[in-house]
């Protein structure tokens, strides 16, 4: 990450697009969002959106131009193989309004890899494809780039090549002020409906964090968990001492 922009003290967001039908029904997990949304965290970027399309131009060219206008980021996985429904960089493409074709970069990247330029086959060559004006985003397990257009970021779906891409792609990105985050359990038998309104009044006094509410159901029984969100450590302080003082005087 030594060749990423600064950090700012201004929030920077980002979204996921995950392109493909075999996600939409349920034949393949998707294995992509919680690692993306952990690694940009840990970044200073937070993850605002995410959005699960099929493999439709469309619906692509549709998620990538809202995407791309309200955040300062999309990062999309899936569809840039070498079968005939892989459409993201087309869609991609048509998305920006530009013209796509074999990029001699990603040729001469492919070609070292596959062992000389007779094993490019249409297919693999499909892979080359970039939208005009775009960079490449290397991928350093199976040679075939993805790439970057204006704020949009176009990764493999296979996890552990688009684990390898976004090792690359953060070099090109801007990112924050990492969110720092702390939590308070209230202990079981305590329940949100207990919590609820006394939670609700800290946050309101607190608007620069973020707290939340998470139960679950475990061994010991009904239980609640508490997050303070923020990026201000002094503030997610103070706001962690509230709730621990409002969960220290519920009668048990």
């Known amino acids: 990450m030594e060749n990423r922009e600064p950090a700012s003290s201004a929030a920077v967001t980002a979204s ?10 349920g034949r393949t997990k998707d294995k992509n969002i919680g690692y993306i949304a952990e690694f940009l965290t ?7 959106e995410v959005r699960v399309v099929p493999d439709v131009e469309e619906r692509i060219v549709e998620a990538v131009n809202a995407l791309r206008s309200h955040y300062d980021y999309v990062l999309s996985t899936g569809g840039i193989g070498p079968t005939h429904d892989d459409i993201t960089a087309d869609s991609i493409a048509k998305a920006f309004g530009v013209s796509i074709d074999v990029s001699p970069q990603a040729v001469e990247i492919m070609t070292r890899h596959y062992g000389g ?6 297919a693999r060559l499909r892979m080359a494809r970039i939208p005009d004006g775009a960079e ?11 790439f970057m257009i204006g704020n949009v970021i176009v990764m493999a779906g296979v996890p552990n090549i688009m684990q390898r891409m976004l090792d690359n792609a953060i070099k090109k990105m801007r990112v924050g002020a990492v969110t720092l985050s702390d939590s308070v359990s209230p202990g079981p038998g305590i329940g949100e409906g207990i919590i ?8 309101e006094a607190h608007p620069e964090v973020s ?19 923020g ?8 706001a962690k001492a509230e709730v621990e003082a409002m969960v220290a005087g519920i009668k048990r």
């Open 196 to 203: 609820a309104a006394p939670l609700a009044a800290i946050a």
């Open 117 to 122: 330029a007779e094993h490019l086959t249409p």
């Open 136 to 146: 490449l985003v290397l991928n350093p397990v199976s040679a075939a780039p993805g």
């Open 231 to 238: 990026k201000d450590a002094a503030k997610v302080a103070a």
């Open 42 to 48: 840990g970044a200073g970027i937070d993850v605002k």
């Open 16 to 25: 996921i697009l995950v392109v493909g039908d075999e996600i939409l029904s």
């Open 211 to 229: 707290i939340g509410s998470y139960p679950s159901f475990g061994p010991a029984g009904f239980q609640t968990q508490l997050v303070i969100r």
